[in-house]
């Protein structure tokens, strides 16, 4: 039987709760499953800080460089805050995706029937979503130089960002949303802002170029930024890839993710290119106001199990029986606290945990 390494990086506050709940969810798989899965575990984050001295230490490094896939739970906390810039736990989250040039950060929306009341926009704009944000993540005005503040003679201050991209770098990201665009509903909408900014006009036509090479069986949509803001809220399943730079596509996948209710339900993924072990975690951060109470929800992180089922190891099958083992556990109304609803059942991380290994089937 093949068989695949995956190193789990727990980090801080609720990361090693919903982490514990997907190991039980990689048990089961590597059970039941045609890939065998074995697991290690790294420091990361504040916690790795408290061990090492640095929240990103060499050796997570090496054995992240080693796995076949990374799965994360979240960095951060009170504790930390302190700390000189260099020192603080979410170093340790930019240093791996750096490190690994994980380029592409795939945030999916899914909005499950269940769930659709949870939501602030009403149940029949958000029921049955299912979109995906496909956002470049290591170029753009995030990582643009010049950038800086600097003092002006007469005393007032300049403070500014560099918007940059190569024509590889918005390529590459473009392969990816075609090719997920070819495994959903064969949509693309590129979002830029290319009525102001020559940088994302380049974009547009990169793009373009793309799609008439290599991709014409994809349909391919354009809108800029403002629009595709309002249009999420006001319809968001007119959408099926959105594909879109650095800092629109931060603004845009928040938005995205309040569609569907709770945080505690948003899985994501960071890829690179073909080989490099790709970094699966929950959307929400580590969530020290509810960390060690066994209130955590841990479906993002279990889903986030599944997208790496689905894309790093082309599990698809399987990935697909999680996804329903999870919509089964809500359907029979099963609640962790942040998606408590009336007449639901309350429970905690670890019972959502069994009740999702239990609808995987029998041990
Ligand atoms: P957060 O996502 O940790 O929490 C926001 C709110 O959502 C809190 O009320 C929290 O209790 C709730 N929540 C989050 N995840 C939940 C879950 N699984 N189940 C139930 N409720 C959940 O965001 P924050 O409070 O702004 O940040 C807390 C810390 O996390 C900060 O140090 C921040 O820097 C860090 N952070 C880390 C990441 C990451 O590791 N990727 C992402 C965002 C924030």
Known sequence: MPSKHILLLPGDGIGPEVVAETEKVIGWFSQHGPVKFTTSMAFIGGSAYDATGTPFPDETLAKARKADAILLGAVGGPKWEGLPYGSRPERGLLGLRKELGLFANLRPALCYDALADASTLKRDVVAGLDIIIVRELTGGIYFGQPRGVEQLPDGTRRGFNTEVYTSPEVTRIARVAFELAKKRQRRVCSVDKANVLECT???REEVIAVHKESYRDVDLSHMYVDNAAMQLVRNPKQFDVIVTTNMFGDILSDIASQLTGSLG????????????PGVFEPVHGSAPDIAGKGIANPIATILSFAMMLKYSF?????AHHLERAVMHVLDQGLRTADIMQPGMTRVGTGEMGDAIVKALGPN
């Open 201 to 203: 006009e380049m974009w």
């Open 314 to 318: 082309e599990l698809v099958q399987e």
């Open 265 to 276: 339900m948003l899985p994501s993924a960071s890829m690179g290119e073909p080989g490099t």
